[in-house]
């Protein structure tokens, strides 16, 4: 166990929709990183989150936004979702520097 | 920008033989280097990682791995391998100013048979 809780574990949703996915990063871990897991991209980082702000954006799409909220649980926000949206979403926390990151199980998304 | 190339995207392997899986990285700054593997429907696991000193990293689970400034390699080794190693595996690098933000080489899925 990571400590990293993420929420819920499965989504199914049909296209055009919105989704919300929640995570709850290790205690004391001020970052909160969000990646995507798709069979034709691979991993790819999508956004950071530090304390609150935003820190680095990768290759998020202008209909997936994020944030992280004064308790330092983060939500990933997908919008106008379509089939290619569909992947496992994991969220990673860590405290920068020469730490680590540490993963969450994911949140598997099918879009139909 | 940096980037990982993993040679093999498929090893398989007989159990008990020994494993190599390759990983290359380009960065024109100083990176960390890690290793996750990922057991099918888990999250990604940390083997092990590389920020400074000695070049070879000794991780979890019997693996290491041998840091290649010249050659800009980052490969992970276990001597001995077991049915349960079977899982994909990931290596990846980071900024050394950019925290934990990771980027991911395509995966090596390692299959151990009997």
């Known amino acids: 166990d990571s400590g990293v809780t993420q929420t819920p574990k499965h989504l199914i949703t049909a296209t055009g929709q919105r989704v919300t996915l929640r995570c709850s990063p290790r205690?004391?871990?001020?970052?909160v990183y969000w990646y995507q897991q798709s069979l034709d991209q691979g991993l790819q980082f999508l956004i950071q989150?530090?304390?609150?702000?935003?820190?680095a954006k990768g290759n998020i799409l202008e209909r997936f936004s994020a944030q992280q909220f004064p308790d330092l649980h983060s939500e990933l926000n997908l919008s106008s979702l379509e089939l290619g949206d569909s992947a496992l979403y994991f969220c990673?926390?860590?405290?920068?520097?020469?730490?680590?990151?540490?993963f969450g199980q994911g949140t598997r998304l099918t879009v139909v | 920008a940096q980037s990982v190339t993993q040679l093999d995207s498929q090893v398989p392997v007989f159990e008990e033989a020994p494993v190599e899986l390759r990983c290359n990285y380009s960065?024109?700054?100083?990176?960390?280097l890690f290793w996750y593997v990922q057991y099918p429907n888990q999250g990604l696991q940390l083997l092990l990682k590389?920020?400074?000193?000695?070049?070879l990293v000794k991780g979890i689970n019997g693996f290491e791995a041998e840091f290649n400034k010249s050659q800009t390699s980052f490969h992970l080794r276990k001597p001995s391998v077991h049915i349960s190693d079977t899982a994909e595996y990931f290596c990846?690098?980071?900024?050394?100013?950019?925290?934990?933000?990771?980027?991911f080489g395509g995966g090596t899925r390692v299959l151990v048979k009997p």
């Open positions: 990673a926390s860590g405290r920068g520097g020469r730490a680590e990151a540490f």
């Open positions: 205690s004391g871990d001020l970052s």
């Open positions: 989150y530090y304390n609150g702000e935003e820190r």
């Open positions: 960065s024109s700054v100083s990176v960390y």
């Open positions: 590389y920020l400074s000193g000695s070049t």
């Open positions: 990846a690098v980071t900024l050394k100013a950019a925290g934990n933000k990771l980027t």
